[in-house]
């Protein structure tokens, strides 16, 4: 028997964070949104009892340090499922790009494995298993745009954003979370973006009210370290888009558009920065 599951991309329209908790993670506020640039899965049952990942991305881990492994490791030992998975991941989403691609992988893996272990789980209780992987895996679980509190996982599901194009854009490097976390003093963040009117924009339909309010701090330490992550931004600006943010952690940075025929010369223009751009569609 098989399994299908798309893990779609996520950005953030916003992110702020409060404070350093003091389990070591920030208290964040995030407006959370995906798109549909998106990795596959398929998820095949196996007679013995092991987990094997493959896929045709060779810039992966396929051990227990994979997210989707981990994800079925956490089924299987906490519900004693004897059974094995083979599980192939065809990459589409950029790695350590501030897109959640492994933790949109490791949502979809508790979805499908649901279905193809018939573990009867709620989404509920896949958001709370999905917590234990990573702090954006809840979010993935179920996706659509919410508020997500707490250092994550705290959901609160809201309207979708009004139907837009965002071109993406992930120069050749690779951002650590944890490093930029790390940097950034949010007792010294002096300026913060605000959850409620983006929540408020987005929920009345608004798409320049979104645009005009998006915020991350995070890019405050991203763009120190990256300068290029801020000649990507200004590069969009110039070439017309509508609203421009890094998405996470970054360094993907993303343009929101709004209309068809500036998304040609958006995407064109960004090709000479950087190998890695799409045009897609937010997902509603």
Same mark, same amino acid.
């Given at each position: ?108 893996? +508790?979805?499908? +494995? ?110 120190? +370290? ?43 223009? +960004? ?14």
């Amino acid at each position: 028997m098989k399994m299908y599951e798309k893990a779609p991309a996520k950005i953030n329209l916003m992110l702020d964070v409060l404070h350093k908790r003091p389990d070591g993670f920030h208290e964040v506020e995030m407006i959370m949104t995906m798109v549909d640039l998106a990795d596959r899965l398929e998820l095949s049952e196996l007679r013995r009892d092991t987990i094997i990942i493959s896929s045709q991305a060779g810039y992966i881990p396929l051990d227990e340090k994979n997210l989707a492994f981990q994800a079925a490791r956490l089924l299987k030992d906490r519900y004693g499922v004897e059974r094995g998975v083979h599980i192939h991941l065809d990459k589409k989403i950029p790695v350590a790009a501030g897109l959640a691609g492994g933790s949109s992988d490791a949502a979809a893996a +508790l979805r499908g +494995l649901n279905r193809l272990w018939r573990l009867s789980l709620s989404s509920e209780e896949l958001q709370e298993l999905g917590a234990q992987l990573g702090s954006d895996v809840p979010f993935c679980v179920t996706g659509g745009t919410a508020l997500a509190t707490g250092r994550g996982e705290k959901l609160t599901p809201i309207a979708n954003m009004p139907q837009c194009w965002v071109v993406l854009a992930k120069p050749p490097i690779n951002v650590s979370t944890a490093e930029v976390y790390g940097k950034l003093r949010a007792n010294r963040i002096a300026v913060h973006p605000s959850a409620r009117l983006m929540r408020e924009a987005v929920e009345a339909g608004d798409f320049q009210a979104v645009c005009s309010r998006l915020g991350n701090v995070l890019e405050e330490v991203t763009l120190k +370290l990256h300068p290029e992550v801020q000649q990507l931004k200004e590069a969009m600006i110039r070439l017309g888009a509508d609203g421009v943010l890094m998405s996470g952690s970054g360094p993907t940075v993303f343009a929101l558009v709004s209309k068809q025929s500036k998304v040609a010369r958006i995407y064109n223009g +960004l090709r000479g920065f950087c190998k890695e751009v799409y045009a897609v569609r937010s997902l509603t």
